[in-house]
């Protein structure tokens, strides 16, 4: 079957770094997603990975590899607003979106 | 402000009622879908539809019916829910099937159910 695992729940301090992990085993590959949630809100899109390696933007940056079947999502200088849950979400071959139950980051001050 | 309406934002229900959801999308997006989001649950594909026809129904119970009226605007029909159908449920646009250009799926805020 298709699975995406990442972590329940992650604690962190304002102003520190944090790296969220995401394993996949999946049917096929065509990139993989990072959203972010703030509660009681819309996901919204944060990176898209389809080639190996780490793409930055601003103080998020996003790494796969596809070989291990593993991308992190890294939160440099974190703020409070920064609290949200975190999915993870793995395109197949056929184009189906698989989704990871997300990660709840907790920032304290 | 994502481009994705949905209204109503919440919505308690009996079990025995009939009401709908509502979704819009003004970005000129070809795909709709409809999600479930339950606590600590990955998300689930409930249906989705390409240039209003529907292409995809993951074994929904029929108390749920979509409607697809118009590539813009997509509604979701309840009747006879049950207290687990209690959830987050999302409306979401891509701009084709594929669903990779541009930032994948846009989501809108969701419509918190509560069934009674």
């Known amino acids: 079957g298709q699975n995406i695992d990442q972590p329940t729940e992650m604690t962190a301090t304002e102003g520190a770094i944090v790296q969220i992990n995401c394993t996949y085993q999946t049917s096929g590959f065509n990139g993989l997603f990072w959203y972010q949630q703030h509660a009681g809100e819309a996901p919204t899109f944060l990176s898209y990975n389809v080639l190996d390696g780490l793409e930055e933007k601003g103080r998020f940056s996003s790494f796969l590899s596809r070989s291990k079947g593993y991308s992190y999502l890294l939160l440099k200088e974190l703020q409070m607003k920064d609290s949200a849950s975190y999915l993870c979400?793995?395109?197949?071959?056929?184009?189906?979106?698989?989704w990871g139950a997300g990660t709840k980051l907790i920032i304290k001050p | 402000e994502t481009g994705v309406t949905q209204t109503p934002r919440h919505l308690v229900m009996g079990m025995t009622n009939k009401k709908s959801l509502k979704c819009e999308q003004h970005l000129g997006h070809n795909a709709m879908y409809w999600y479930k989001q339950s606590a600590k649950k990955p998300l689930e594909l409930m249906f989705v539809?390409?240039?209003?026809?529907?292409?995809e129904n993951n074994s929904v119970p029929s108390r749920f019916s979509p409607e697809c009226p118009n590539s813009s605007h997509l509604f979701l029909h309840l009747h006879t829910l049950q207290p687990e159908d209690s959830a987050l449920y999302l409306c979401?646009?891509?701009?084709?099937?594929?669903?990779?250009?541009?930032?994948?799926?846009?989501f809108g805020p969701g419509t918190r159910l509560t069934v009674t």
């Open positions: 979401a646009s891509s701009q084709d099937m594929e669903g990779l250009a541009g930032g994948g799926r846009y």
């Open positions: 979400a793995v395109i197949d071959s056929n184009y189906q979106l698989i």
């Open positions: 539809y390409n240039f209003k026809e529907q292409t």
